[in-house]
């Protein structure tokens, strides 16, 4: 069993930066990839980027890459999210899920409630 806690959502102008935090409980956090979703109002959740158990591959949607970088710490049970230069259709809630790996939804067994990230033209 794993429950993730995100943190460190907010409102930000266009531009600017914001670093998301995943915390996770239990023993067996290491050994799931870790990944970043996010959705809009009215509109279906989208993939952002997840990340190995061990950290050693990332995968990133098209809308964020070079923009966004997913890691993780294992040794603290935590998994980040840090975005740049961030536009305003980046604004939807953002939620952490830990699972198998890869861009699906259904991959993720547990996932967190999620932080709202807005960001201001």
């Known amino acids: 069993q794993v429950q993730l806690v995100e943190s460190g959502g907010g409102l930000v102008q266009a531009g600017g930066s914001l670093r998301l935090s995943c915390a996770a409980s239990?023993?067996?956090?290491?050994?799931?990839?870790m990944g970043w979703f996010r959705q809009a109002p009215g509109k279906e959740r989208e993939f952002v980027a997840c990340?190995?158990?061990?950290?050693?591959?990332?995968w990133y949607a098209d809308s964020v890459k070079g923009r966004f970088t997913i890691s993780r710490d294992n040794a603290k049970n935590m998994a980040y999210l840090q975005m740049n230069s961030l536009k305003p259709e980046d604004t939807a809630i953002y939620t952490c899920?830990?699972?198998?790996?890869?861009?699906?939804?259904?991959?993720?067994?547990?996932w967190g409630q999620g932080t709202q990230v807005t960001v201001s033209s």
């Open positions: 239990g023993r067996t956090f290491s050994s799931y990839a």
């Open positions: 899920a830990a699972g198998v790996w890869g861009i699906s939804p259904s991959g993720y067994r547990y």
């Open positions: 990340i190995t158990w061990n950290g050693l591959s990332t």
